[in-house]
């Protein structure tokens, strides 16, 4: 992993919302930190990081269904559905929230663009080869299987065992029966 220079920087209050409440915010920085965006190139992806000391406090990589709310003229929060959690940022000045808005929007948008780009080349690489076994493969077996499974039970079950009890057995005892005779008459 390579030393990734931050694409922008700014300082802030880190906030976390508090996971039994959902609703309080929980600081997870004594003081304003730097809170910087990074592009991590070999996987094509933006981060927004922020270290307090050694700990990172925020590592939240941007998806393109990411928002980034200001809920007031200097406090913004985003939820990050892979860490499970809301980060807030309270900043000096109305003027950092706004920049960091900015550039929030516009990784997001970057982001967006990656994915498509990304899932482009996906199917240009696997429609032609995977395609046809693991289509056809997945769709009829899954669905299939199981009620045949249970029909069969059942019905076998139900109609076919008082039959197959009382008939065959007597009949293949008397077969047995018959051609034991018949090799003994030999």
Known sequence: MGVEQPIYSTRA???QIDPSTKKNWL???KHAVTVSYFYDSTRNVYR?????????????TISPNMTFTKTSQKFGQWADSRANTVYGLGFSTEHHLSK???????????ARL???KSQEKMEMATSPSQESPGGELSSPLTPVTPPMETINGTDEICDTTPNSDTR??????ALAFAHSKRTNAH
């Not at 927004?48 to 939240?60: E, H, Y």
């Not at 808005?101 to 970057?110: G, N, P």
């Not at 065959?168 to 005892?173: D, R, T, V, W």
């Open 168 to 173: 065959p057995e007597p009949a293949q005892n």
């Open 13 to 15: 209050h880190v906030f």
């Open 48 to 60: 927004i990081i922020s270290l307090d000391g050694t700990k990172a406090i925020i590592n939240s």
């Open 27 to 29: 600081p997870t920085s």
């Open 100 to 110: 960091f808005a900015e550039k929030f929007a516009e990784y997001k948008e970057a």
């Open 114 to 116: 990656a994915k498509e």
